[in-house]
């Protein structure tokens, strides 16, 4: 699988001003006060957030294009804190930064009763690491140490049942295909976690991808 080539550096960085302009824009009352009370923003910039149609890998944001799009997201936390602080309620309110899969990286908010919905999301890391307030370079210091930074993993889970029925398939190849293809993710190093569904016994096959660092004031 080939990786593809980014190009048009100076186009990214415009969109990045427009996705952040947007995102500071954006209207969190309505979906705070809907029954949910939850919202987040993700990052909105081509081509981290495409889809590959040419089976290509996407790489992820490096040098300059990462420090603005770390940047946007902290504007992003700051204009959502004041926000939520004149909600009058407790909240719940994280910057979710993702190594290596950085395009991943999101702010997440909660009030009311949903302030539990994401605590649960992410397996707490066993390593101790601290957080390097530098690792972004000296000019995102001042801002990043402003946060309380913790380690959990970031990982991917697949179901005993992943691949499906042969008759959900348009053909045989297909499902031959499917059944390959996670045949071979399985062979990389994973942890499986038993449970129970609808009174059956079943697996989930968990991968870590790497690391997120959750942020917050």
Partial sequence: MRIKKIRGHNRIHRQIEKWKFNSLSYNLKPYLENENHRD???????????LSITNSIIPEPKGKTKKLILSSLLEIYSHWEELLKKTGKPFYLKIWLFEPRFSNSQVVCAIGNDIDYYKNTFTASEEIIVFKNDRYGNEMQSKIELFDWKLFLD???????????????????DYFESRRRFKKIMKKE????????????????????GEVWLGGK
């Fill in 190 to 209: 994973h942890r499986v976690k038993k449970f129970e569904w609808l009174g059956e016994n079943r697996e989930c096959y968990i991968f870590k991808k």
């Fill in 155 to 173: 990982e991917v889970f697949y179901y005993d049942d992943e691949v499906g029925d042969k008759e959900m398939y348009i053909s045989e190849s």
């Fill in 40 to 50: 987040y923003i993700k990052i909105h910039v081509s081509p981290f957030c495409d």
